[in-house]
């Protein structure tokens, strides 16, 4: 998934809006911000290396630290560590933890490859990327249409009334991310758009992803915490 896992965040930051949303997002997607490190490490080797020539279905990567099974374990004591010496908290500790974990098993559904502990072992995710791209984008779209639906329901609930123009822009962006990949499944920008060969240091393919991760992270820290009341609403 790509904007799916942002909203695991949104719902934790609802209820517990002691940790901060940017820990919470920024634990939503642990896996693939390790990813991109460990990439520029030499040690998560990622293809195609333009940007311009990537779709999801031939998009190539090695996880073996930040995505499969085993290497979990850390990552999940590393975000309740962080949680609770930050917050001063178990229990917004833990839900760090059950972010990171939701990431996980999301992936196992809608992703890429992951195994326990290196390619040599067992598989333990569908893999859809590869074998059937918008099935994968399909399992994304709905969770994240339920998981907003209940956002903004616990929103209510809790007496919380956001302006139609707040809605909009939160939702948005996983509007954008959906529409993004879809562009990208299966046929590339270069493909699609007729771009020539070129290399200006700006399209490789991990440096724009981390851009695009960040932008995403920047854009819900500022957008989710800022509402005010919609009296028309």
């Known amino acids: 998934m790509l904007a799916g896992h942002y909203t695991a965040a949104l719902v934790a930051y609802q209820k517990f809006p002691k940790g901060t949303l940017l820990y919470f997002l920024i634990a939503s997607q642990l896996q693939d911000l390790l990813w991109f490190m ?6 998560e080797y990622t293809g195609p290396n333009d940007v311009f020539d990537t779709t999801l279905s031939n998009m190539t990567v090695d996880m073996l630290y930040s995505h499969d099974l085993l290497p979990q374990i850390l990552w999940l004591v590393i975000i309740f560590l962080v949680g609770k010496a930050v917050f001063m908290s178990n229990k917004i500790g833990i839900a760090g933890v059950l972010i990171v974990a939701s990431h996980f ?3 196992i559904f809608s992703g890429h490859p992951h195994h326990i502990f290196g390619a040599e072992t067992q598989n333990i995710a569908l893999g859809l990327y590869a074998t059937n791209v918008y099935l994968a984008i399909a399992i994304e779209i709905v969770f994240c249409i339920v998981m907003l639906w209940y956002f903004f329901k616990q929103d209510a609930e809790n007496g919380v009334q956001r302006t139609s123009k707040n809605k909009a822009a939160i939702i948005g962006l996983f509007a954008f991310g959906i529409i993004f990949m879809l562009s990208i499944a299966t046929t590339s ?3 699609l758009l007729g771009i020539p060969e070129f290399d200006l240091g700006f399209n490789s393919n991990v440096p724009t992803l981390v851009f695009t991760y960040a932008a995403m992270i920047v854009y819900l820290n500022y957008f989710l915490p800022k509402f005010v009341v919609d009296k028309k609403g």
């Open 105 to 107: 098993i999301l992936d």
């Open 38 to 43: 460990l990439h520029f490490l030499g040690l």
């Open 189 to 191: 920008f270069r493909e």
